[in-house]
């Protein structure tokens, strides 16, 4: 009976020392895919970049898996006030890399979001620093003044802008219901030219 129970509680502490040596194995392998790097962390501190291919590490350590291919976003068409009060409706594609796995894992939070929201504020600047006319010839300079503009403020995040482009530019369908600033603005200037009968 006694040779019984001791057999049993032996049997349940191997079992045990298995299991936890199994998930202490599990943790300690990594496999970085080709397209991209892992940023290893052990207690929150940055340790080392890891390339593709197998790895053992601590399983303490934590392995953020950072994607290395180009990312293509369409930005979604938002409306726009060219430089002569033209009403738009304009939206752009950007494609971006990560070239530095650490600073684009330490130094912004949500590169995707980050990258949207930048892309957007630079649309309209650029945008609303030309004229309606301008737009269809002026479309290179453009293109290359919104990628400046977000190099620069990438730049810091490891990331480099392959290409950023605005795709269309059409009036905004409230625009041509409501007449535009200047049309009201001369209707009210005639109406006060007019004398009084």
């Known amino acids: 009976m006694v040779d019984t129970v001791a057999l049993g509680i032996i049997l349940g502490l191997t079992l045990l020392l298995l299991a936890v040596f199994a998930i202490v194995l599990f943790r300690a392998v990594c496999v970085i895919p080709p397209s991209a790097q892992g940023v290893l962390t052990v207690l929150g501190s940055y340790r080392r970049l890891l390339n593709p291919g197998f790895h053992v590490i601590s399983p303490m350590a934590r392995v953020t898996r950072v994607d290395l291919r180009s990312t293509v976003v369409a930005l979604p068409a938002q409306s726009v006030v060219t430089l002569d009060n033209c009403p738009l409706l304009v ?4 494609s971006y890399r990560i070239v530095d796995a650490p ?3 330490f130094q912004v939070r949500d590169l995707p979001a980050a990258m949207v929201a930048f892309a957007q504020t630079g649309v309209r600047s650029v945008v609303g620093a030309a004229r ?21 403020k990438s730049g810091s995040w490891g990331v480099k802008v ?4 605005i795709k269309d530019a059409e009036p905004h369908p409230a625009a041509e219901v409501a007449p535009s600033a200047p049309t009201r603005l001369a209707a009210v200037r005639a109406v006060r030219a007019e004398p009084l009968p």
């Open 91 to 94: 939206d752009a594609v950007i």
């Open 103 to 105: 600073r684009a894992t």
């Open 132 to 152: 309606s006319e301008e737009l269809p010839s002026a479309r290179a300079r453009l293109n290359q003044q919104l990628r400046s503009i977000l190099e620069e």
């Open 162 to 165: 392959e290409s950023a482009e």
